[in-house]
């Protein structure tokens, strides 16, 4: 199985600060990466597919980039609804597999 | 509204069986490889098990190392019902279950996810 590590796992940020939060594959998988972010007691939600693209109706402030191996998911000016979970994914073979998430608190 | 509702979910003796469903609506249930993932209390996402390739008249099942052999995974489109076949569970399985929708165009990222149902593995 395709191994995906985060880092860092947890990140302390203000509002307006922009943060980045790093995805690594054990091989490579091209852009078939995925982030999603989740809050206490509720489904994950999709952020960027395709490690670039932004998903129908999430604010411009979130962006991916990378291929291969190593990822990002950035975040321009967090704002209070940010503070969250993020985890990533990987689609290009079965089993899919997710980052162990890096969870964004307030500083 | 597109829209999936999972259900079955409980106590469960270490040793037991559980079948979960997923049922879906507003979108085409039979052209989508609708997956369970499961999220240990206080622990991160794990894909559990999912259908691949042709999915109208079948699609191979895929599973996780950690249910293969144990878990079945199954769908019935009449219904728009996913099914997962729960065998030999352990405590380690303990877990909320979602299923969860991948967008368009065959890739298995995930934009729809129901709310869950808890699976608890205890005596």
């Known amino acids: 199985d395709i191994q995906m590590t985060q880092s860092p796992s947890t990140l302390s940020a203000s509002v307006g600060d922009r943060v980045t939060i790093t995805c690594r594959a054990s091989?490579?998988?091209?852009?078939?990466l995925a982030w999603y972010q989740q809050k206490p007691g509720k489904a994950p939600k999709l952020l960027i597919y395709?490690?670039?693209s932004l998903e129908n109706g999430v604010p411009s402030r979130f962006s991916g980039s990378g291929s291969g191996t190593d990822f990002t998911l950035t975040i321009n000016s967090l704002q209070p609804d940010d503070f969250a979970t993020y985890y990533c994914q990987q689609y290009t073979t079965y089993s899919l597999t997710f980052g162990q998430g890096t969870t964004v608190e307030i500083k | 509204e597109v829209q999936l509702v999972e259900s079955g979910g409980g106590l469960v003796q270490p040793g037991g069986s559980l079948r979960l469903s997923c049922e879906a609506s507003g979108f085409t249930f039979s052209s989508n490889a609708v997956s369970w993932v499961r999220q240990a209390p206080g622990k991160g996402l794990e894909w559990v098990s999912g259908f691949s390739g042709s999915i109208g008249s079948g699609g191979n099942p895929y599973y996780a190392d950690s249910v293969k052999g144990r878990f079945t995974i199954s769908r019935d489109n009449s219904m728009n019902t996913l099914f997962l076949q729960m065998n030999s569970l352990r405590a380690e399985d303990t877990a909320v279950y979602y299923c969860a929708k991948p967008i368009s165009g065959g890739q298995t990222a995930f934009d729809v996810w129901g709310r869950g149902t808890m699976v608890t593995v205890s005596s």
């Open positions: 395709k490690a670039s």
């Open positions: 091989q490579s998988i091209s852009n078939w």
